[in-house]
Nanobody
Framework: QVQLVESGGGLVQAGGSLRLSCAASGSILSMNAMAWYRQGAGKQRELVASITGAGSTNYVDSVKGRFTISRDNVENTVYLQMNSLKPEDTAVYYC??????????????????WGKGTLVTVSS
């Protein structure tokens, strides 16, 4: 069974940095796109950054130049380096992965997975 486990969240002062990690475990044949979403209190979940299997990245405008998404295909891990953090970055950050996994019926199956989230709090 595939699981995504996030780590690296915490409390940081404005202007500080954090690095989030998301490790995928279980039977995984390959990883397609991976991404980080976030959801602040009373807000809808939004896409923060994504990275394709080929390494192309995309960011929401509010984090461009401050956040960097990267991946390690050997370790099945995706990272989010967050610099120059602002109070408005406070949210629960969720990892998302589009994976190919073994299937008894179809030999292999493409499925999406979510982590349980890690809380990032930025104080002013």
């Amino acid at each position: 069974q595939v699981q995504l486990v996030e780590s690296g969240g915490g409390l940081v002062q404005a202007g500080g940095s954090l690095r989030l990690s998301c490790a995928a475990s279980g039977s995984i044949l390959s990883m397609n796109a991976m991404a980080w979403y976030r959801q602040g209190a009373g807000k809808q979940r939004e896409l923060v950054a994504s990275i394709t299997g080929a390494g192309s990245t995309n960011y929401v405008d509010s984090v461009k130049g401050r956040f960097t998404i990267s991946r390690d295909n050997v370790e099945n891990t995706v990272y989010l380096q967050m610099n120059s953090l602002k109070p408005e970055d406070t949210a629960v950050y969720y990892c998302y992965a589009d994976l190919v996994v073994p299937s008894v019926t179809y030999r292999q199956l493409r499925q999406t997975y979510w982590g349980k989230g890690t809380l990032v709090t930025v104080s002013s």
